[in-house]
C-alpha cells in the first residue's frame, strides 16, 4: 500500500504498523512497534489527534479523515492526511485502524499557491486604489457606489485559478476568464450547459461515478468543502483539479 497503515490499541500503542508506515517516518519497524503513536506526531497535532482518539474510544461521531503534522527521525516535518476508524473486537476491547498518506508536496503547493493568490490580490488592490483615485477626481458619488463591485471584479477576472458558479442542476452559470481558457471554452459554448459532459466526464480514469459524485455535491455541499476530482478540455485532454466549494443560498 502506499499509505501508512497502523494499528493502535486502547492505551495510545501502535501494535502494527506496515513497512510504508516505517518509510514515512524513517524509523524502523522495531522502533514504531509499542511505541506510543503521540511520540511521531508535532506539537500541534499531539493534542488533536489524542482528543479525538480518546472521544472515538468513546463512541462520539467525528471526521474520519483530516490532516495532521508529523516529524520524521532525522527531524524532517511531514503533512499527512489521517484516516482512522475504531474496531471493536470479541473480546470488547476497542481499537484503532489508520493509514496515513503523505501530502508534504501538495501542502507546499498551496501554500505556494495561497503566496501567489495574496501577491496577485495585493496587486488587484493597488490598481483598483489607482483607478479608484481617478474615478473620485471626476465621479465622486459615483465612485462611492461602484468601489465593492469594481473590486470584487477585478479579483475575478484577474485570479490566476479557476471561479466557476454551478446551479442546483449542476448547469454552468458563470467560468472566469481562467476557467474558459484553462478548459478551452467561449462563454456561448459553455454557460447554460450541464458539467457533465462539458467540464467533466461520467467517469473518471478509475471508473468511479463522476456523474454521481456532481449529483451528491448539490445535494451535500458541506461534504465537498475541499475535493480532488478528474476533469476534461474541450479538447477532451483529462486533467486533475483541487476545487475548494462553498454553498450559495437565497
Do not use: C
Amino acid at each position: 500500500s502506499h499509505a501508512g497503515i497502523f494499528i493502535v490499541d486502547g492505551s495510545f500503542h501502535i501494535t502494527y504498523a506496515n513497512e510504508r508506515l516505517s518509510t514515512l517516518l524513517g524509523y524502523p519497524p522495531a522502533e514504531i512497534a509499542g511505541a506510543d503513536f503521540r511520540n511521531f506526531l508535532d506539537t500541534a497535532s499531539t493534542a488533536l489527534v489524542a482528543d479525538r482518539y480518546v472521544r472515538r474510544q468513546r463512541g462520539e461521531v467525528l471526521p474520519s479523515r483530516y490532516e495532521i503534522g508529523a516529524v520524521r527521525k532525522d527531524g524532517m516535518h511531514l503533512n499527512l492526511e489521517l484516516s482512522s476508524s475504531v474496531i471493536t473486537g470479541t473480546d470488547g476491547k476497542t481499537i484503532t485502524i489508520g493509514q496515513v498518506l503523505d501530502i508534504t508536496e501538495r501542502k507546499q503547493a498551496e501554500e505556494a499557491l495561497q503566496k501567489a493568490r495574496t501577491d496577485l490580490e495585493r496587486r488587484v488592490e493597488e490598481r483598483t486604489a489607482a483607478l479608484q483615485q481617478e474615478i473620485d477626481e471626476h465621479h465622486a458619488t459615483q465612485a462611492a457606489l461602484k468601489q465593492s463591485d469594481i473590486k470584487s471584479r477585478h479579483l475575478i477576472d484577474y485570479a490566476n485559478s479557476i471561479i466557476l458558479e454551478m446551479s442546483p442542476t449542476g448547469d454552468v452559470i458563470f467560468l472566469n476568464p481562467y476557467g474558459l481558457e484553462f478548459f478551452g471554452f467561449s462563454e456561448s459554448e459553455i454557460l447554460g450547459k450541464n458539467v457533465i459532459g462539458t467540464i467533466v466526464a461520467s467517469r473518471d480514469a478509475t471508473g468511479r461515478d463522476l456523474e454521481a459524485m456532481i449529483q451528491d455535491i448539490v445535494r451535500n455541499p458541506n461534504k465537498y468543502r475541499h475535493n480532488e476530482n478528474e476533469n476534461m478540455t474541450r479538447p477532451g485532454e483529462r486533467v486533475w483539479v483541487v476545487w475548494t466549494n462553498q454553498p450559495g443560498f437565497d
